[in-house]
Each structure stands twice: as structure tokens, then as C-alpha cells.
């Protein structure tokens, strides 16, 4: 009786899905390869919780219409990429504009940008429909934890998501809300992989488990 009631209770309840979304890209001295570990990791920490993992590699392709769809039937999207000049590879941005854009266009991501003609000044960003939704961001820096956090050092003390902003603000303009975000510092003159991985792991476990 107790298995056929677990089995009924279990059978109630939807599976947590999670869009992992490789923003990675071989360019100049990059190959990707830490973008693809870390994208790996994920997947694997992910299945390993009982969660649905489905995987987007930008820099391969994709359909704006299909990956529209993908965002929508998700739970939560994991986005892994480099920083690059200050940001993230075009490829991303690229997918974001036009990914997005497809979900506007159809009603399904926001229903205009949350003003109304009465008070046009106020609301700005709050049509967003995906409510729902969470996001979080995992990527690698060449540069170390000080200069991001450090007031006198080159990003002011603003910290990784400070530099993310326009980022999590583009995914606020949709309805989603951040998770914790995860950085790997100093891959290039210092790098620790395996010291990356299991700190992921950890992360995910406790932000997803």
C-alpha cells in the first residue's frame, strides 16, 4: 500500500527541468574547453539530483523558434560562458536578442515593457511573463576574485554580477529571477580545474538540490 501511494504521489509531481545554455566559443587562444567541463559537470551534478538537463551549444546552432520553446518549457536556465572584454562572446548576446525576440513576438515571453499610457515614466521593465523562471549565470574570468570585489582594483568593487548586470537585467525584463551566480577566477595565469569542478558541483547542489 505505501509504495502504491509513494509511486501515486511521485507520478503528481513535475520534474524540475533545466536548460544548460554553452555560451562557450573557440576563438583566438580560446578552445571552449573549460566552458564544455564545466557545461559537463553540470549535466551529470544535475542528473544526479533526479533533475530533466537539457542542453543548447550555442556556437553549433539553433533554431530561435525551438529554443524559444525550450526557454518555455524550462524551469531553469543555466548559462555557461567566458568573459570576454569585459563580457560575455558576441554568440551569446547574439542568442539572447534573437531568442528572446522570438518569445516577444509571440506574446509568450512579455506583454510590452510594463508601462501603461496613463503614467508612461513608471514601470519599465515589468511586463515581463516568466515569472516563474529562474536563471543563473556560470563563467570564467581570466581575471582573480580581487579585482572584482576589491574598490581600488579595475572593477571598482562592483563584483561579478555588477559586470553581469545588463545581463541579469535582460532576463529581469522577461520575468526571471537570479539564482546564486558561480565564477571561476584567474583560469588563464592560475589556473585549478579540478578545484573549479568540485566548487560547481558544490554550488549546484546547493542552489538546485
Request: hydrophobic share 40%.
Amino acid at each position: 500500500f505505501c509504495a502504491r501511494f509513494l509511486n501515486k504521489i511521485l507520478k503528481g509531481v513535475k520534474m524540475q527541468t533545466i536548460l544548460l545554455l554553452n555560451g562557450g566559443k573557440a576563438f583566438c587562444e580560446s578552445g571552449g574547453k573549460l566552458s564544455a567541463a564545466l557545461q559537463e559537470v553540470a549535466k551529470e551534478t544535475l542528473e544526479s539530483l533526479g533533475l530533466n538537463v537539457i542542453e543548447t551549444h550555442i556556437d553549433k546552432g539553433y533554431d530561435e523558434t525551438q529554443e524559444a520553446q525550450k526557454i518555455l518549457s524550462s524551469d531553469v536556465l543555466i548559462w555557461q560562458f567566458p568573459g570576454w572584454w569585459m563580457g560575455e562572446p558576441w554568440i551569446v548576446k547574439e542568442y539572447i536578442d534573437k531568442v528572446f525576440m522570438a518569445g516577444a513576438k509571440t506574446g509568450q515571453f512579455l506583454i510590452g515593457d510594463g508601462r501603461h499610457r496613463d503614467n508612461p515614466n513608471k514601470n519599465y521593465g515589468t511586463g515581463g511573463l516568466l515569472k516563474r523562471k529562474k536563471y543563473l549565470f556560470s563563467t570564467t574570468w581570466n581575471a582573480p576574485l580581487n579585482a572584482f570585489e576589491d574598490k581600488n582594483e579595475f572593477f571598482g568593487g562592483i563584483g561579478i554580477d555588477g559586470v553581469n548586470l545588463h545581463l541579469h537585467k535582460a532576463h529581469e525584463f522577461v520575468g526571471m529571477s537570479a539564482l546564486l551566480s558561480f565564477t571561476c577566477y584567474d583560469v588563464v595565469k592560475n589556473p585549478k580545474a579540478e578545484q573549479y569542478i568540485a566548487d560547481y558541483r558544490a554550488h549546484l547542489r546547493k542552489v538546485l538540490g
